[in-house]
């Protein structure tokens, strides 16, 4: 654990000091820069509540990649079900007459749906025609993509907006702020809390991690994979969907063109450099989203333009993935040295 | 005797801390057979692969003819003259034998063509000169395991080697086949090679070798002349203390029928069929064994049984109830399985021993349930890593560590004690005893002999006559998918079950056509 922080904020520092490097080589001042951008983002409540509203989408999504590919599971659909969970919430909010207290609940469930009906189509395909979910999921990321681009041209096109859009969801179905937070961030720490309880206390969960590591010991020892496997789909498609339908219910509260962004590969991006941990992505997410938030304020007050922000993210998914494994070793082989030092040094001792 | 190889005050850790070798100093003579030997984990590999450049070493010095030296990679000790061959046979099946053999090193003819004529002799010529009975341009897939090891130990000669590295050369000969390699050996070192051999099988080592290095855990004990010595006294430095060797049966009456195999055929994927018609009774209190060179239908026989495989018709049942297409969960209510490949198999390396110690148990056993089963009980399942960890007596500094952690002998205690705190009336065992060392062979052993005491029908598929003989009450010989022979053990003797083995009929049954 300690290691891991230690290997996580190193890798930060290095990337800061490249991306500074970069920004020299420019002719900017890499230190307003990063001031400028850390401003907007983190200090300050307000810019602290735009990080953490924003980091919703990019959390759910890693969380639902980290949680499949830790199970073994290669779910790469979270794209598609974004936005099928954010189509179908936003159907709810459309269509549904319900006081907040009943439609705020009711959207959050079927945008979980929206998500793990769609995966549940992957998981079918594996089940039913052996079909490898890596390619069904892609796949599916574009019919999804496309379907809702119909969707919010045909049939529930709003007529008078300019751009492909629904029209605005109920009142009732907006995500108030308390106390200046996005009460999206809420169900969103609850949904950490949740998928992190069941991972690593349910029986399922403590299946899930061994299929994960060893499928063959999992299935020999008892353990139903392919149930585990269908639940995993289910379970990380509603995580993706749930990020569509809070991007929707905390944002523009109806379905636009574009809606899902590139929210969803973020994600999948943050589980790889969170090497699939749960906490690690939480983590990681709110530092991307900070990155990105404070980008589009930095550019307001500096010459920099915010595409540094997606330098400054390729410089740290490179070095902390290269550096992770890097680090880990250096560090065991120091512990080595010492070691083999020790033993030298105390010939007779017993070595525990 | 010149001293060819000095090894001096040799540490390796392997990371975070695992002392491997510990201070060695050994000295290897020219023209001498030196075996190491040791339990598994007692760092006798690891010596070697430092003096091969394949592991670096953390503190100690090589001399060599004089010198000191530092070999980065098995390159710089091949370029002079050490070489090992390994294990596990890295060729080409798809390349004959002297293409292995050049692999590399290829005599070049004009525009950096293979001169393959050239290439062909110079193999020849160094099969002729060492009188290694072997065909330049046999396949290597086609020839049998001992003839590849012939070819990997060649692959060093013909370039120049002087000192061989073998390790566990003779793990995957069978009994027939060891005689020819050990005169091999011999006729190198009377050509002035010196000979490395990794082993822990004393027997082979006391015919074999010259001077013997004795180490354990990570320390050399002793290095001693073959003269000087017998098995008893090396296995009581490898281990510390006195190992029985005796047959370790007792006399006892088998109970009711447990386990029942009737009339079962697999035929894979390609349409080759892969047992014929296989019938098999395990008793309560009866350990059956399994004889068979590998590959002989043990794989098929054994994954029918867990449920990994479905065979193609008979039937499998365990206390009457037939199994046959049952889930896994259901026959693990009935069957304990320690498989053949503890990191593949038996275990999730990356996962902590707790981790480990209650799969299966965690869908059994009602205690590991809360919330009506969709909860784990981690108290529970801490309380049942230390009882393991206290009846099978397994070393290990935290159940939260990592299952790699832990030394093969303990992941086996692990896999082992998980399996038999299960209630279930028979027990297979797949090669439990494969890479062990001698004293955790020996506690698997006891533990089988235990669950013989225990009522459980035993079914033990081993590679290792020894064992079989050792403990098993019947042995049935496993020969292209048939069972060729069915013996009680007081009717077999070692040599008629390997000649069953390799040839699928009886010594005395010769002229006899096998069914």
């Given at each position: 654990?300690?290691?891991?922080?230690?290997?996580?904020?190193?890798?930060?520092?290095?990337?800061?000091?490249i991306?500074?490097?970069?920004?020299?080589?420019?002719?900017?001042?890499p230190?307003?820069?990063?001031?400028?951008?850390?401003?907007?983002?983190?200090?300050?409540l307000?810019p602290?509540?735009?990080?953490?509203?924003?980091?919703?989408?990019?959390?759910?999504?890693?969380?639902?990649?980290?949680?499949?590919?830790?199970?073994?599971?290669?779910?790469?659909?979270?794209?598609?079900?974004?936005?099928?969970?954010?189509?179908?919430?936003?159907?709810?909010?459309?269509?549904?007459?319900?006081?907040?207290?009943?439609?705020?609940p009711?959207?959050?469930?079927?945008?979980?749906?929206?998500?793990?009906?769609?995966?549940?189509?992957?998981?079918?395909?594996?089940?039913?025609?052996?079909?490898?979910?890596?390619?069904?999921?892609?796949?599916?990321?574009?019919?999804?993509?496309?379907?809702?681009?119909?969707?919010?041209?045909?049939?529930?096109a709003?007529?008078?907006?300019?751009?492909?859009?629904?029209?605005?969801?109920?009142?009732?179905?907006?995500?108030?702020?308390?106390?200046?937070?996005?009460?999206?961030?809420?169900?969103?720490?609850?949904?950490?809390?949740?998928?992190?309880?069941?991972?690593?206390?349910?029986?399922?969960?403590?299946?899930?991690?061994?299929?994960?590591?060893?499928?063959?010991?999992?299935?020999?020892g008892?353990?139903?994979?392919?149930?585990?496997?269908?639940?995993?789909?289910?379970?990380?498609?509603?995580?993706?969907?749930?990020?569509?339908?809070?991007?929707?219910?905390?944002?523009?509260?109806?379905?636009?063109?574009?809606?899902?962004?590139?929210?969803?590969?973020?994600?999948?991006?943050?589980?790889?450099?969170?090497?699939?941990?749960?906490?690690?992505?939480?983590?990681?997410?709110?530092?991307?989203?900070?990155?990105?938030?404070?980008?589009?304020?930095?550019?307001?007050?500096?010459?920099?333009?915010?595409?540094?922000?997606?330098?400054?993210?390729?410089?740290?998914?490179?070095?902390?993935?290269?550096?992770?494994?890097?680090?880990?070793?250096?560090?065991?082989?120091?512990?080595?040295r010492?070691?083999?030092?020790?033993?030298?040094?105390?010939?007779?001792?017993?070595?525990? | 005797?010149?001293?060819?190889?000095?090894?001096?005050?040799?540490?390796?850790?392997?990371?975070?801390?695992?002392?491997?070798?510990?201070?060695?100093?050994?000295?290897?003579r020219?023209?001498?057979?030196?075996?190491?030997?040791?339990?598994n984990?007692?760092?006798?590999?690891?010596?070697?692969?430092?003096?091969?450049?394949?592991?670096?070493?953390?503190?100690?010095?090589?001399?060599?003819?004089?010198?000191?030296?530092?070999?980065?990679?098995?390159?710089?000790?091949?370029?002079?003259?050490?070489?090992?061959?390994?294990?596990?046979?890295?060729?080409i099946p798809?390349?004959?034998?002297?293409?292995?053999?050049?692999?590399?090193?290829?005599?070049a003819?004009s525009?950096?063509?293979?001169?393959?004529?050239?290439a062909?002799?110079?193999?020849?010529?160094?099969?002729?000169?060492?009188?290694?009975?072997?065909n330049?341009?046999?396949?290597?897939?086609?020839?049998?395991?001992?003839?590849?090891?012939?070819?990997?130990?060649?692959?060093?000669?013909?370039?120049?080697?002087?000192?061989?590295?073998?390790?566990?050369?003779?793990?995957?000969?069978?009994?027939?086949?060891?005689?020819?390699?050990?005169?091999?050996?011999?006729?190198?070192?009377?050509?002035?090679?010196?000979?490395?051999?990794?082993?822990?099988?004393?027997?082979?080592?006391?015919e074999?070798?010259?001077?013997?290095?004795?180490?354990?855990?990570?320390?050399?004990?002793?290095?001693?002349?073959?003269?000087?010595?017998?098995?008893?006294?090396?296995?009581?430095?490898?281990?510390?203390?006195?190992?029985?060797?005796?047959?370790?049966?007792?006399?006892?009456?088998?109970?009711?029928?447990?386990?029942?195999?009737?009339?079962?055929?697999?035929?894979?994927?390609?349409?080759?069929?892969?047992?014929?018609?296989?019938?098999?009774?395990?008793?309560?209190?009866?350990?059956?064994?399994?004889?068979?060179?590998?590959?002989?239908?043990?794989?098929?026989?054994?994954?029918?049984?867990?449920?990994?495989?479905?065979?193609?018709?008979?039937?499998?049942?365990?206390?009457?109830?037939?199994?046959?297409?049952?889930?896994?969960?259901?026959?693990?209510?009935?069957?304990?399985?320690?498989?053949?490949?503890?990191?593949?198999?038996?275990?999730?390396?990356?996962?902590?021993?707790?981790?480990?110690?209650?799969?299966?148990?965690?869908?059994?056993?009602?205690?590991?349930?809360?919330?009506k089963?969709?909860?784990?009980?981690?108290?529970?399942?801490?309380?049942?890593?230390?009882?393991?960890?206290?009846?099978?007596?397994?070393?290990?500094?935290?159940?939260?560590?990592?299952?790699?952690?832990?030394?093969?002998?303990?992941?086996?205690?692990?896999?082992?004690?998980?399996?038999?705190?299960?209630?279930?009336?028979?027990?297979?065992?797949?090669?439990?005893?494969?890479?062990?060392?001698?004293?955790?062979?020996?506690?698997?052993?006891?533990?089988?002999?235990?669950?013989?005491?225990?009522?459980?029908?035993?079914?033990?598929i081993?590679?290792?006559?020894e064992e079989?003989?050792?403990?098993?009450?019947?042995?049935?010989?496993?020969?292209?998918?048939?069972?060729?022979?069915?013996?009680?053990?007081?009717?077999?003797?070692?040599?008629?079950?390997?000649?069953?083995?390799?040839?699928?009929?009886?010594?005395?049954?010769?002229?006899?056509?096998?069914?």
């Amino acid at each position: 654990m300690a290691k891991k922080l230690l290997s996580g904020i190193t890798g930060i520092c290095i990337a800061l000091l490249i991306g500074a490097g970069m920004m020299l080589a420019q002719g900017y001042d890499p230190i307003a820069t990063y001031q400028a951008l850390f401003q907007f983002s983190l200090f300050g409540l307000s810019p602290l509540a735009t990080t953490f509203k924003n980091s919703v989408p990019l959390v759910l999504t890693g969380l639902s990649a980290s949680v499949a590919f830790a199970s073994g599971v290669v779910n790469l659909g979270q794209p598609g079900q974004l936005v099928m969970g954010g189509l179908l919430a936003t159907l709810g909010g459309l269509y549904l007459e319900l006081p907040a207290l009943l439609l705020v609940p009711i959207m959050i469930l079927l945008a979980m749906l929206g998500g793990a009906l769609w995966a549940g189509v992957a998981a079918f395909l594996r089940r039913a025609f052996n079909m490898s979910e890596f390619i069904s999921t892609l796949m599916l990321n574009m019919i999804a993509d496309f379907f809702t681009a119909w969707a919010i041209v045909g049939p529930f096109a709003d007529r008078t907006a300019n751009s492909p859009a629904t029209l605005p969801i109920d009142k009732a179905g907006w995500l108030p702020e308390v106390g200046g937070f996005n009460l999206s961030v809420l169900f969103m720490l609850l949904a950490v809390a949740g998928i992190w309880f069941v991972f690593n206390r349910w029986k399922a969960g403590y299946e899930w991690r061994i299929s994960g590591q060893n499928s063959l010991f999992a299935r020999l020892g008892g353990c139903d994979i392919n149930k585990n496997f269908v639940t995993v789909m289910l379970v990380t498609g509603a995580l993706a969907g749930l990020a569509g339908g809070l991007v929707v219910m905390a944002g523009p509260h109806r379905f636009l063109k574009g809606l899902g962004a590139n929210y969803a590969w973020d994600g999948i991006m943050i589980a790889i450099v969170a090497g699939n941990g749960l906490i690690a992505t939480l983590l990681y997410g709110l530092f991307f989203s900070a990155i990105q938030t404070g980008a589009l304020g930095m550019e307001l007050i500096t010459d920099v333009p915010s595409e540094i922000s997606l330098v400054l993210q390729a410089v740290l998914v490179l070095v902390i993935v290269a550096g992770r494994e890097y680090l880990s070793t250096t560090l065991d082989r120091l512990a080595a040295r010492r070691k083999a030092l020790a033993a030298r040094h105390n010939p007779e001792g017993e070595f525990p | 005797m010149d001293d060819l190889i000095l090894m001096k005050d040799i540490v390796k850790v392997y990371p975070p801390s695992v002392v491997a070798v510990d201070d060695v100093s050994v000295s290897f003579r020219v023209g001498e057979i030196h075996a190491v030997v040791g339990e598994n984990g007692a760092g006798k590999s690891t010596l070697m692969k430092v003096l091969y450049g394949l592991v670096p070493r953390d503190a100690g010095e090589i001399v060599y003819r004089g010198k000191p030296v530092v070999f980065h990679n098995p390159g710089e000790a091949i370029a002079a003259g050490i070489g090992m061959v390994h294990q596990e046979i890295l060729l080409i099946p798809e390349y004959t034998v002297w293409q292995n053999i050049v692999l590399g090193v290829e005599p070049a003819a004009s525009f950096d063509r293979l001169d393959r004529e050239k290439a062909r002799h110079l193999v020849k010529e160094k099969i002729d000169e060492f009188q290694f009975n072997l065909n330049p341009d046999a396949l290597v897939g086609d020839i049998s395991v001992a003839a590849r090891q012939k070819v990997e130990i060649l692959k060093l000669l013909y370039r120049n080697v002087s000192v061989l590295i073998l390790d566990e050369p003779t793990a995957v000969l069978t009994p027939q086949e060891i005689p020819q390699l050990f005169s091999e050996l011999h006729r190198l070192r009377d050509d002035g090679h010196t000979i490395l051999f990794i082993s822990h099988r004393l027997e082979e080592v006391l015919e074999l070798s010259d001077r013997i290095t004795v180490m354990r855990r990570g320390r050399k004990v002793d290095t001693v002349e073959v003269g000087t010595t017998n098995k008893e006294e090396l296995a009581r430095l490898m281990v510390g203390r006195n190992v029985i060797f005796t047959s370790r049966r007792k006399e006892h009456t088998p109970g009711k029928a447990v386990f029942r195999v009737h009339d079962l055929t697999y035929v894979d994927a390609e349409g080759r069929q892969r047992l014929h018609s296989i019938h098999l009774e395990v008793r309560s209190g009866e350990i059956v064994g399994v004889a068979g060179v590998e590959g002989n239908g043990q794989y098929e026989l054994v994954n029918s049984i867990t449920g990994l495989i479905e065979p193609s018709s008979g039937t499998i049942s365990v206390n009457g109830s037939d199994i046959t297409r049952a889930p896994i969960l259901e026959r693990r209510k009935l069957i304990s399985i320690v498989p053949q490949d503890r990191g593949k198999m038996g275990a999730s390396v990356n996962a902590s021993i707790m981790e480990n110690a209650i799969m299966t148990h965690h869908r059994l056993d009602s205690r590991f349930s809360l919330w009506k089963g969709l909860l784990l009980n981690y108290n529970q399942a801490r309380t049942f890593t230390d009882e393991l960890e206290k009846r099978f007596a397994v070393v290990m500094a935290a159940r939260d560590n990592l299952f790699k952690s832990l030394s093969g002998g303990n992941q086996q205690k692990v896999i082992l004690g998980r399996e038999l705190m299960l209630p279930s009336p028979f027990v297979l065992l797949d090669q439990p005893t494969r890479g062990l060392d001698v004293g955790s062979i020996e506690y698997v052993h006891e533990q089988m002999l235990q669950m013989q005491a225990e009522g459980r029908a035993v079914l033990l598929i081993s590679a290792d006559l020894e064992e079989l003989f050792l403990i098993a009450d019947r042995i049935v010989v496993l020969y292209r998918g048939e069972i060729v022979a069915d013996l009680p053990i007081e009717n077999a003797s070692v040599e008629e079950v390997g000649y069953l083995m390799l040839e699928g009929r009886g010594l005395q049954r010769d002229g006899q056509k096998a069914s």
